[in-house]
């Protein structure tokens, strides 16, 4: 642990607010405290680098004095989390990152003890559920890593560390001080675009273009998370006894969901990382021989017999049906639903379903009233999403809603049919256009 002496920075003497001057920590004292404390590798940003333009705000409100943020990487076992057997997948994610939050938290111990302020916002979960469905996470760490020069994003959307490739997990520490020399971006991406993660992943989040779908993710990897865990519930209360329940839910299922309670919640793919042959220590097998690498990992994990949670009507139900007949489909709901009207705007290319908008060309304005009066425009065309503020154009079908009508057809507490006999939707223009709209977006 580094010494009082030792920091470069510290004040030790009164001077008026007028006379202190800004904190500033050496980056090669920081950066030796880190790795010493346990970071397989670290890098620094200050809160005002443009790649955190985007979470900024929501950073400085909560904690105002940040000045630098500190992304640290632990890296994880890799054969673990290629194992088909995922419970052994599991416990290396589960350990590695309860490892990652202990590096970070005697990191800002360390800090506190030489005068500054400094947080590690969770690594993972717990989170800011009071918050849930909307943003629930203090800091991205992603993008914090990538601007500190640790990685860059793969096409699989996870962030490939030049040596450790993707087999990494990230924290970030905030502190009340500015860094003397900030990290650089990496000037290439590790990422091969081998597209192993798209052969790969069950339900096609990934695809070759590098669309990435949110929601065939959310509903079958984190099934046993948020929304996914809501969805069993629902299924508690709705059963009428227990042959009922057991019809909807099978003993295994019902095992897993408890496993997930007692001993963290489990992930049931992540295939994409598992089968992300980049970074330098990982690379050489997937070079010499790379028929031999596809036989060992990949081909066990598209092989595997299990149940794929797909929302039902989606792309990732069709996908799964296709690539992987023999895993079991199962339709459930995600628990994916807004709670305001700037969660739907906002979340709707995220979970918008490219696929099932094929041949529809329309623009829509949405005026909503009451509680949240909003002005919207969505555009779908080419299988794209736009979404703006305000009425942007010509539209080919608007819509006037009630925020609170709206938000409850959504949520499926008010059935649509209600809401229009009610005037609480209005429509002018062709209603098929309504529905070609709502095929975008299952539920």
Known sequence: MAKLDDHPTVIRHRQSPAQVPPKVVDAEWLRR???EAGADDVGFVSIGRPELDDQREDILRLYPWTKGLVSIVCKMNREPIRSPARS???????????RTNDVARSIVAALEDEGHRAVNPSMGFPMEMDHFPDKTWVVSHKPVAVAAGLGQMGIH?????????NFILLATI??????????????????????????????GSISADGHFDFSACYTHNYRE???????WVENVVESKNPLDYRRRVSDSETASVWQSLGFGPNYKAAYCMAVCPAGEDVIGPFLEDRKGFLKAVVDPLQQKEETLYVVPGSDAQAHAAKRFPHKRIKPIGNGLRPSSIRGFLESM???????????LAATYHFTFTGQEPTEATVVIQDKTIRVEHGHVG???????????????????ERSLVWALLTRK?????????????GKCFPS
Request: one cysteine or more.
């Open 33 to 35: 405290l880190c790795l």
């Open 349 to 359: 290319p995220r979970v918008f379903q490219r696929n099932q908008s094929e041949g």
């Open 225 to 231: 998370f948020l929304g996914g865990f809501g969805d």
């Open 157 to 165: 959307h996870n962030v490939i560390h030049p040596k450790f490739g």
């Open 88 to 98: 052994v997948a599991n416990l290396e994610f589960h350990h590695t990152g309860d």
């Open 394 to 412: 010509s539209p080919n079908l608007r819509v006037t809603a009630d925020s609170r009508a709206w938000l409850g057809f959504l949520r499926k």
């Open 425 to 437: 939707v209005r429509l002018k223009g062709p209603p098929r256009l309504l529905v070609a709209f």
């Open 174 to 203: 905030l502190i009340d001080a500015e860094i003397s020399e900030e990290s650089s971006r990496l000037d290439y991406n590790p990422c091969l675009e081998c597209k192993l993660c798209v052969a790969a992943c069950p339900v």
